[in-house]
């Protein structure tokens, strides 16, 4: 991740700052900013509270909504804003049952106003709040320094500005899709006690009454929780691959089954090796892995070898498992979606799409069995948050690879010269979600890709094709000449350049694809487009005369193009 570099404002001048967009904090550009603040120092009916004056709820909550109008405000000028919620030291909390009392209970209103902060921004999308009080409790007694406050108003000990910069950090890699994706797990030791080799799978340690066991079982079910926020898990074990098989499907205290695994590699080959294999296969990148294993020796053999692969230090005690999973901090994401929560399950089916593949053989073939349906819907509300997080995560099928937050690319989606769809792949095996990203800009007499972007679960089975024909054909009817696409070359998206060498558009100055819009682009035979309304296009793409008068790709049933629309 990039350095930091940091703009400061000046103390105290909270409201100036958020409310003058010409302040000087405002004048760098900031990509983000974190507005941190005592309750006691925006709030004056909250500081009358704390020197124990009569406060009415009302005052109280009058100036918490004037402190978030403020916020939300300021960031709509801004990509990111974190806002840390209120606390209070200690020496604030030592009135005893008067601390929570109904009247001038002062850890009472702080709860209070708190979630009335948190209430008055949900929805806002550039605003992140963030969870003070677990710096605090990482600060430990020392967090308040007292000391540090009269020298140079620091409120806080170092140790909570550390715990502060790990979180705000890692919502930063979050935000810029640079989040961990998958889990690659060793077994002996790591799922379970024991070599499952020798013990079998009856004499694995796991659950039970033993301190160990249970601390195992409780790293299996965070473990399974990180599969419900949308990352995947994998095995790569030195193990005969039935006998792992079978203690997992065997063994009662077992919280992960096989299809909770996107894939494994379990073998008496050389790990590393294994994992190069695997995430190859499941089309992921290196630098998305976290690599876990009780072997020091595996464990540097992979850091040395797969260097852009993360590889934590991990505990020899097994009851220090589930912590130690649950201090990194490298899983955070700005939002969870509904395809984030199934796409265990989506790795699972897709596992047998592949398995359907081998048997088939023949590319064709395999692909006229699986009835793939693509559903394409322009951008809007409902479908904005997966689709800025789908363009800010992905990286080997991303024409462009721009991050743009759901506000910016919303916005620019709406000008007039411009369209955005999404693409949801479903087949007979399940339904994959929204994995496709197009937008489509007019320039003159020639519309541009911009944004090309298609989930790794999906990759190969013609949806690219369906993408360029949707975007082409709405080029097409906008009356230019030709469309073309920019490839902007990074260390990850090379599969994107592969892709559209072979996509039928021809290669001009190296990186630029170009199609004369005279032409329509094919729709492959096995792809069935649906429209937003559930129709579909029964046509042939021959059918269609480019002379005709017709709707943004006729069979889509979307949009009108904009009769507006100038051209060179």
């Known amino acids: 991740m990039p350095a930091v570099d940091s703009v400061s404002s000046f103390h105290g001048e909270v409201f100036q700052t958020l409310l003058d967009e010409k302040a000087p904090a405002w004048s760098s550009n900031p990509d983000f900013v974190v507005v941190w603040t005592r309750p006691e120092g925006v709030l004056q009916a909250f500081r009358d509270l704390l020197s124990c004056s009569r406060v009415s709820d009302q005052d109280l909550n009058r100036e918490v909504d004037s402190y978030a109008a403020a916020l939300l405000r300021a960031s709509k000028r801004i990509r990111a804003m974190f806002v840390p919620t209120w606390v209070i030291p200690p020496f604030h909390q030592t009135q005893g049952l008067l601390d929570l009392a109904a009247s001038g209970g002062a850890a009472r209103a702080l709860m209070r106003i708190n979630v009335r902060l948190l209430e008055s921004l949900a929805g806002a999308p550039t605003i992140y709040p963030l969870w003070t009080d677990k710096w605090i409790q990482l600060g430990g007694p020392a967090a308040f320094n007292y000391r540090l406050?009269?020298?140079?108003?620091?409120p806080f000990s170092n140790e909570v500005f550390k715990a502060a910069a790990r979180d705000i950090k890692s919502a930063l890699r979050g935000l810029s899709g640079q989040a961990k994706k998958i889990v690659l797990l060793d077994l002996d030791d790591v799922l379970w006690g024991g070599i499952v080799g020798d013990a079998g799978w009856e004499g694995l340690t796991l659950g039970g009454h033993d301190p160990a066991g249970e601390a195992l079982v409780d790293f299996q079910r965070e473990l399974k929780a990180l599969t419900r926020r949308g990352i995947l898990l994998a095995i790569v074990s030195k193990n005969e691959e039935s006998v792992a098989m079978e203690a997992i499907a065997k063994h009662p205290e077992m919280v992960l089954k096989l299809v909770d695994f996107a894939g494994w590699r379990i073998n008496w080959r050389d790990k590393a090796e294994n994992i190069h294999a695997?995430?190859?296969?499941?089309?992921?990148?290196?630098?998305?892995?976290?690599?876990?294993?009780?072997?020091?020796?595996?464990?540097?053999?992979?850091?040395?070898?797969?260097?852009g692969l993360?590889?934590?230090?991990?505990?020899?005690?097994?009851?220090?498992?589930?912590?130690?999973?649950?201090s990194l901090d490298c899983f955070d994401r700005p939002s969870l979606t509904e395809e984030d929560r199934q796409r265990s399950r989506m790795s699972a089916?897709?596992?047998?799409?592949?398995?359907?593949?081998?048997?088939?053989?023949?590319?064709?073939?395999?692909?006229a069995t699986l009835n793939t349906r693509v559903r394409v819907e322009e951008l809007n509300q409902a479908n904005l948050p997966r689709a800025a997080q789908l363009l800010n995560k992905t990286n080997q099928m991303n024409l462009s690879t721009r991050r743009?937050?759901?506000?910016?690319?919303?916005?620019?989606?709406?000008?007039?010269?411009?369209?955005?769809?999404?693409?949801?792949?479903?087949?007979?095996?399940?339904?994959?979600?929204?994995?496709?990203?197009?937008?489509?800009?007019?320039?003159?007499?020639?519309a541009r890709i911009i944004d090309f972007v298609l989930s790794c679960r999906v990759m190969g089975r013609k949806i690219e094709e369906a993408m360029l024909h949707v975007g082409i054909n709405w080029a097409r009817a906008a009356r230019?000449?030709?469309?073309?696409?920019?490839?902007?070359?990074?260390?990850?998206?090379?599969p994107c350049y592969d892709f559209f060498t072979k996509s039928g558009l021809s290669c001009r100055?190296?990186?630029?694809?170009?199609?004369?819009?005279?032409?329509?682009?094919?729709?492959?035979?096995?792809?069935?487009?649906?429209?937003?309304?559930?129709?579909?296009?029964?046509?042939?793409s021959a059918d269609i005369n480019p002379s005709e008068s017709i709707r943004v790709?006729?069979?889509?049933?979307?949009?009108e193009v904009s009769a507006d629309l100038t051209h060179g």
């Open 278 to 307: 695997l995430m190859n296969e499941l089309n992921l990148g290196l630098d998305s892995a976290v690599f876990i294993d009780d072997s020091a020796v595996e464990r540097a053999r992979v850091r040395e070898t797969l260097p």
């Open 480 to 494: 230019v000449q030709e469309v073309c696409a920019n490839y902007c070359q990074t260390p990850k998206n090379k």
């Open 149 to 154: 406050w009269y020298l140079g108003k620091i």
């Open 310 to 326: 993360f590889v934590p230090e991990w505990p020899s005690d097994k009851r220090l498992y589930p912590r130690a999973l649950l």
């Open 404 to 446: 743009m937050s759901e506000v910016d690319f919303d916005a620019w989606a709406r000008e007039k010269t411009r369209r955005a769809w999404t693409f949801r792949v479903s087949d007979k095996f399940g339904d994959s979600g929204l994995t496709g990203i197009l937008s489509v800009e007019i320039d003159g007499s020639r």
């Open 509 to 540: 100055e190296g990186n630029m694809f170009v199609w004369d819009a005279a032409k329509i682009y094919p729709l492959h035979s096995a792809i069935r487009l649906i429209s937003n309304d559930g129709s579909t296009f029964e046509k042939t």
């Open 553 to 559: 790709d006729d069979h889509l049933r979307e949009s």
């Open 349 to 367: 089916v897709d596992r047998e799409r592949k398995r359907s593949r081998i048997d088939l053989g023949n590319l064709e073939e395999w692909l």
